[in-house]
Every structure is written in structure tokens, then in C-alpha cells.
């Protein structure tokens, strides 16, 4: 019941205007995933035939439909990045934000988790992709999201951390 409590009271807090301290706390999370977003387009950039050959191989898609995908997954984090800078603006809606962008990255780790699987357990496949493509591809790809995932939470826990430890009335 306390779980349940505390977390309401986390909500409530993050529809009310903040003290300027919150940013502080959040600011080193937030700079690491600009961070991280801007070195992701920049491996997008260098390395941008593979991935869109490699994600299209995975996911059963021809090339445009693979770096039509990849863009738009990529679009959506620099949205999340702009929802976020506009969190620091309003000064408000922190945890809200890093909770729901959480759970979309949850949701497409697991969604891509489920079509390597695929690839991995039809051996013939997996042979191909890694004569193709080799491992760093789908390893750096990984660790990029997985990366985003545990900023997005630390920075969710940072405010959950903050707000708790408001005075309640």
C-alpha cells in the first residue's frame, strides 16, 4: 500500500511547479542523453548501409522501409529530448515524461528483442547475419538502447527521489 501511495504522491508532486534544484539533480542525466542521442545519429551517419541493411535483414523489410523506420526512430528520441527540454522550461512533468519515454524504449527493445530472437534461434539465418553483418552491429545497437533506457530511469528515479522527500501535507 505504501508502494501505491508513494507513487501517487510522486504524480501529484510532478503536476506541481518545482524547485530550481530539481534541474540541478537532473541536468547531468539529461546532458548524457543528449549525449548519448547525438554520438547514436553520429554511429546512424557513419555507419548508416549497415544498420539499414542489417535492421531490414532482422525485420524482414527492403532497405527503404528498414531506413524509413530507423529515421523515424530516431526522430522520435530528439522529440523526447525536445519534451523534455520543454520539462525544464515548465519546470514540471519530469517524471510523467521519463516514465512514458521509458516505457516506449521498453516497448521497442522488446518488440526488436523478439524479431533477433527469431533470427538467433533459425540457425541457418543467424549464420547468414553474422557472415553478413557481424555481431558489433547488433552489440552496438544494443548497448545504445539499453544505455538510453537505464539514463531515462536513473533520471525518473532522481525525481522520484526528489519528490518524495517533500514535506506531505
Known amino acids: 500500500m505504501g508502494l501505491f501511495h508513494d507513487l501517487i504522491w510522486v504524480f501529484r508532486c510532478d503536476l506541481q511547479s ?14 548524457a542523453i543528449l549525449v548519448l542521442i547525438l554520438s547514436g545519429g553520429a554511429l546512424l551517419v557513419a555507419f548508416e548501409d549497415e544498420f539499414v541493411r542489417g535492421y531490414a535483414f532482422v525485420h524482414g523489410q527492403d532497405d527503404d522501409e ?23 522550461v515548465v519546470n514540471r512533468y519530469y517524471f510523467t515524461v521519463l516514465s512514458l519515454l521509458a516505457l516506449f524504449v521498453t516497448i521497442s527493445i522488446v518488440s526488436d528483442y523478439f524479431s533477433s530472437v527469431q533470427v538467433q534461434y533459425s540457425e541457418s539465418r543467424f549464420e547468414e547475419y553474422l557472415q553478413r ?12 538502447r539499453l544505455s538510453f533506457l537505464g539514463l531515462l530511469l536513473w533520471a525518473a528515479n532522481d525525481v522520484r527521489t526528489y519528490h518524495l522527500s517533500r514535506p506531505r501535507w
Request: hydrophobic letters at 60%; proline letters at 2%; aromatic letters at 6%.
Open 18 to 31: 518545482s524547485a530550481n534544484d530539481l534541474r540541478l539533480t537532473l541536468l547531468p542525466a539529461l546532458i
Open 66 to 88: 528498414a531506413r524509413a523506420t530507423i529515421e523515424l526512430r530516431y526522430v522520435r528520441a530528439l522529440v523526447g529530448l525536445g519534451v523534455l527540454a520543454v520539462c525544464l
Open 133 to 144: 553483418y557481424g555481431v558489433e552491429l547488433w552489440a552496438v545497437s544494443v548497448v545504445m
